[in-house]
């Protein structure tokens, strides 16, 4: 065709390549406009209507007319008025339609011819750079320097031309670029994107992630672009600065989207689902934070792609939490990994990281479980805090947005983010006291029982902040009232938190928590029992001498339902009892070497020196459980 033709001249003139040979070239794709537009010689009417739509539509519309006025003639008789009247009106029509086309038609002709110029010298320049990108992968270093050459020179003088054939060049590059071996040629193939990423980012993001989208097979290969697609993101991480940001900020604004797994919708083909880019996104996040040569802005975007990879991954194990097929879990089972990485990428971009790794040691396996995946999030938020000073305001400030806009994995991921920073000084005083615990409270009281859990540990990071007794004491209030919560992880949470409180050694605080919890140290719930035992002991341990007065009798109240809990089937709950029972009569003096005296002794100790009602109790118990 005259388009083969033309294009082998245009590389002959940049390549150098011989013209005796006998070789077709191996890309030229054009549709039949551009072929026809080439060819020498008139056509017939018919086809060059067909090429002018416009013209079409005049013929078809002027033949209407004049066939309807013809029609009405035929109908009346010969030299009648109306035969004069039908005739004069045709005249007037004819007068008037040459003069429409005299006003319209040279206008609509030249701006036809000046769009087909246009594609004439678009699909020039395409054929250029994909002849001189095919160039490449010749053995001979001349041709080779000289398509390279052809390649930069074309994109740096054409590219302002090319925006609707961004995503035809990426394949043909990514296409070729299979076969190149030769570091020059993969150089200027992968140069060639980077050039065009400086004017059409968008488009080279869009068309790259569409090729590193997962495949379906194997299923625990992620992305089928190998080290192709890995070079050319390493490349944009390293371009200049403008491209490099823009390259950044398009894939966090792909990262932000939720994405879709074809088991969610097996109507949707893997190729044209858009919901499918924020995994390849991902991935290119993680090649390019991987690389030690890449560039990367260490500030809001960096915060931002931290919480927007792990809201990814909430994603991701809420999909692993429904029951697919085995192909399907190991696919995503894969993609969980590859956002494990990407967040790791992240964080060791941070000075001290290796710090944060160990304070994260078994964080990455609650991260990737659905059942755990909000505590890895409060161990994460915990080791910003404790390693990296500054960052952890960066991030609370960006999270607070999501708690009252985002989606429902959004939010939940913030709130955690957002409860466990609050342990810092730094980001608790960036609300108003008030405002945060009005939030606390209403998640306290949420029915979803996930918000009352994240709401204690919101509220005991708090408690340590608050320098006001009766502040603190209704603070600690709240959280007593969580004991009685229907969620069991909510009741052992509450523990927990109490215990943290109860560190900060106010007695009034601790009789009332013994108060609270005794009921809970024979609770039938094993691990129910064990935590409240594990709390009662803290108490005991934390007090002061002149402190232990005050706890006495609290102390005696716990101790015969201990006691009666030692006898349990169950080998934990006797190990927790017993150990209780111990700080008690360590508490109150008792010696009591004879694992075999200790219901006599125990029963002699209360019935001395104590309060009418215990004795009368001991009585009792003594002769129920030592006739």
Known sequence: MAVKEKLEESCDLYMGLDTTSNKEPEI????????????????????????????????????????????????????????????????????????????????????????????????????????????????????????????????????????????????????????????????????????????????????????????????????????????????????????????????????????????????????????????????????????????????????????????????????????????DSLKTSGYISCAVEALKAVIKREKNSWMCFVSLAGGWDLLSSPENYLEGVLLLARAIVKHYRGLDYAVFTKVIPLLHHGDDKQKLTAMAFFTALLSSESTYTVLQKNYILNLLKNWNSDENSTYRWLSLHGMGNVALHLQNNKEFTTMTLSILHSFNDPDEKVILTAFEVVGRIAAKKNVVEHVMIARQLQPFLTDGRVKVCCAANQLFQDLLKNLDLKDKALMQDQVLNSIVPLLLHMQDQHPEVVKSCRESFRQCKTLLGWSINDSQDTWNVTCKHMEEGYSASLRKFSVVFRRMLCP
């Not at 009106?89 to 004819?94: A, I, L, P, R, S």
């Not at 200027?188 to 590193?212: M, Q």
């Not at 697609?229 to 944009?236: D, G, H, N, R």
């Not at 290119?284 to 975007?301: E, Y």
């Open 28 to 327: 030229v794709t054009l549709d039949k406009f551009t072929q026809t537009y080439f060819e020498d010689g008139e056509e017939d009417p018919v086809q060059e209507m067909n090429k002018n739509s416009y013209a079409a539509r005049k013929f078809v519309a002027a033949e209407a007319k004049y066939s309807w006025v013809q029609e009405k003639i035929s109908t009346v008789n010969p030299g009648s008025e109306f035969e004069d009247f039908l005739l004069k009106e045709k005249q007037e029509k004819d007068k008037f339609w040459e003069e429409y086309q005299d006003v319209i038609s040279a206008p609509e002709e030249e701006e036809f011819n000046e769009i087909s110029d246009k594609a004439d010298k678009v699909t020039t320049v395409t054929g250029q750079i994909l002849i001189a990108v095919a160039g490449l992968r010749d053995t001979d270093r001349t041709n080779i320097e000289a398509a390279a050459a052809m390649l930069t020179s074309v994109l740096k003088k054409q590219r302002n031309k090319l925006r609707t054939k961004v995503p035809e060049i990426i394949d043909i590059i990514y296409f070729h670029l299979q076969a190149i071996q030769d570091p020059v040629s993969r150089k200027a193939a992968i140069g060639a994107v980077c050039l065009l990423a400086e004017t059409y980012t968008e488009e080279v993001i869009s068309s790259l992630l569409k090729l590193s989208l997962p495949c379906d097979n194997p299923p625990l290969q992620l992305l089928a672009h190998g080290r192709h697609v890995t070079e050319i993101w390493e490349a944009l991480g390293q371009a200049k600065q403008a491209v490099r940001l823009q390259v950044l900020a398009k894939l966090l604004e792909v990262l932000k989207r939720r994405p879709c797994l074809q088991s969610e919708s097996p109507d949707l083909d893997m190729k044209d689902n858009w919901s499918l880019l924020p995994l390849a996104a991902t991935k290119a996040l993680c090649i390019i934070f991987r690389n030690k040569n890449s560039k990367v802005p260490m500030n809001s975007f960096y915060v931002s792609v931290i919480i927007f990879l792990v809201i990814q991954l909430h994603y991701l194990v809420n999909f692993a939490d429904v029951e697919y097929g085995i192909e």
